[in-house]
Structure formats: structure tokens, C-alpha cells
């Protein structure tokens, strides 16, 4: 098993994912503001999690050469992501203080538990293949809206944020995620029960970023 392959059981929800209203919208530059500033504030309490995440994949490792992979990924998401995405947001009018003080939603809390569930109740690989979704799609996004003939860079509010998502460095980031994830599904036979509940992991975490692409416009109702 591996990686594509997890993709390919799901495709439906891959494409309504990575191709969602949400994308399109912002690769066009239509996205309403309010829609991306909630998304923003979300996204800030999400990364708290998933930083949650990566510590509990250093606990659930084995060994020290298992658990220098996800301490760098924790040590990075706290230190430099977090950094630049508060910067980012400061841009858009919302400091630090005001999203720590937003409750999280209600998509950000289903999707943020299902994937320290997955570790928490699960393997390794149940916790890396939750955490793909977020760490793969991305890329995918970005490279399809980097590609799209339909992206506005000219004026487009959000061209940083594609650019962020397309560029070289995110980019070289997905494929090590995705070297990893296949290393840890490579011992799982497709035919197997833990088969099945990998594929599940993967959807149901798929199914959360459409979920959370969703929220924001749910907001504005």
C-alpha cells in the first residue's frame, strides 16, 4: 500500500477536497473575505493541535531514529510555521491574542480529535496516514492552483498564500511526508483489517478538510 493508493480509494473526496468551491474561489481571488479570515482564525487553533499530534508521534515512536522525524516536524510547526502563519495573519487584521481567545468551530474540533483519536487509539502509521490529508493535500492544492488556467495572480488577495502552498519549499516538505507514509504502509498488506482501517482513517480525515473549507461559509449563514 501506499500513499496514491490511499488517494485512489477515496478519489471522490480527494477531488471535492482539493477542488473545493473554497479553492477555486481563492485561486480566482473571489473568495469572500470573511469566508478566509474565518478560515484564518480556525486555522491558528488547528495548528495548536496538530502540534499536539506531533508530540504524540514522538511518544508513540520506538525508537530515537523514529522519533527525530516528528520532533523536527514539532520543533518547525512551533517555531517557524506558526511564526509566519501569525505574521500572515497580522496582515489580514487578527493578532495572536484574538485567536487564542476564538472558540475552536465546530469542523475544527470533529477533525482535530479524529486525528489525535487515530493516534492516540491506533499505530504510528494510523496517526501519519490521519495527518496526510492536511500535510499532502496542501501540496496537491497548490500545484494544482499554481497550474490552473483559471488562477488570477494579478490583484489576487491571495497569491501569497498560493505561492506559500506552490512553492519549492512546501513542495520538497510533501514529498518527504510522502516518503515516510509509504516506508509505514509498505508493511501493511492491501488485503488486510488494518488495510480497511487505514483506508478509513484516510477518508474520514478527508472528509474533515472538506468540512473545514465548509465552516467558513457556514459562518457567514
Known sequence: MKTNELIASCQNEWDGYIKHRFVVELGRGTLPKEVFRHYLEQ???FLIQFARAYALAVYKSDNFVEMRKPLAALHSLINHETRLHVEYCNAWGLTEAEMMSIPEATGT???TRLVLDAGQSGSLTDLYTALAPCAVGYGHIGRWLAESPETVWEGNPYREWIETYSGEEYQSGVIDSIAQLD???AEISDNSLNAGR?????RSAT???IAFWEQGYDAMK
Open 43 to 45: 486555522d491558528y487553533l
Open 109 to 111: 474540533v470533529a477533525y
Open 183 to 185: 516506508g509505514l504502509l
Open 198 to 202: 487505514i483506508r478509513k482513517v484516510f
Open 207 to 209: 472528509c474533515m478538510e
